[in-house]
């Protein structure tokens, strides 16, 4: 079955870095988008950017463009997201979760990771 | 960017009867294979959202039937036919058409 599993919890000062991780099983990791999708406290989802496991490239929000990192490692079936810079309100509940986009064909969000709370506070 | 309006932002509803949501895009959202990329996500209270709905209408599976999605343009619906406890949540509505992709606000469904 599929599953995308990701890293625990994290407790972080502002300026610091933060490294999730998403690792996927049941299905080829490299055949599938991975998004990343933050949620505040008590707010609204919203989208950051994506992976490409396949090639390694990656596309984000411009909101996020120079904070945000995507990343992978096939060997390990595992995506990675690194947030640089750290500020009080980026403290969320980060989820990954996998797109399909090749061939005219696109699914989108069918399966999500459980999500990793990020807690920024000094 | 896109903007998702939901309306209403909370949905009070005795259990068994009927709930209806809705979402309005501020552009359409017919992508250039011709679909329509607007999908439902219900989110109960400390998990993951959970895809309900995909480009307008199509049941995921495992979703009970009484979950339905239509709509087309820029206005979009969510029905659910007769409400039970567990379907207790936020929903979401989000557009896969235009980049970067977005989301309402998310509605609260609770039981009255």
């Known amino acids: 079955q599929v599953q995308l599993v990701q890293s625990g919890a994290e407790v972080k000062k502002p300026g610091a870095s933060v490294k999730v991780s998403c690792k996927a099983s049941?299905?080829?990791?490299?055949?599938?988008?991975i998004h990343w999708v933050r949620q505040a406290p008590g707010q609204a989802l919203e989208w950051m950017g994506w992976l490409n496991p396949h090639s390694g490239g990656s596309n984000y929000a411009q909101k996020f463009q120079g904070q945000v990192t995507m990343t992978r490692d096939t060997s390990i079936s595992t995506a990675y997201m690194e947030v640089n810079r750290l500020r009080s309100d980026d403290t969320a509940v980060y989820y990954c979760a996998r797109v399909y986009d090749y061939g005219g064909k696109r699914d989108l969000f069918d399966y999500w990771g459980q999500g990793t709370l990020v807690t920024v506070s000094s | 960017d896109v903007v998702m309006t939901q309306s209403p932002l909370s949905l009070p509803v005795t259990l068994g009867q009927p709930a209806s949501i809705s979402c309005r895009s501020s552009q359409g959202l017919v992508y250039s294979d011709g679909n329509t990329y607007l999908s439902w996500f219900q989110q109960r209270p400390g998990q993951p959202p959970r895809r309900l709905i995909y480009t307008v209408s199509n049941r995921d599976s495992g979703v009970p039937d009484r979950f339905s999605g239509s709509g087309s343009g820029t206005d979009f619906t969510l029905k659910i036919s007769r409400v039970e406890a567990e379907d207790v949540g936020v929903y979401y509505c989000?557009?896969?058409?235009?980049?970067?992709?977005?989301f309402g606000q998310g509605t609260k469904v609770e039981i009255k």
């Open positions: 989000m557009q896969g058409t235009h980049w970067p992709w977005t």
């Open positions: 049941g299905y080829t990791f490299t055949n599938y988008y």
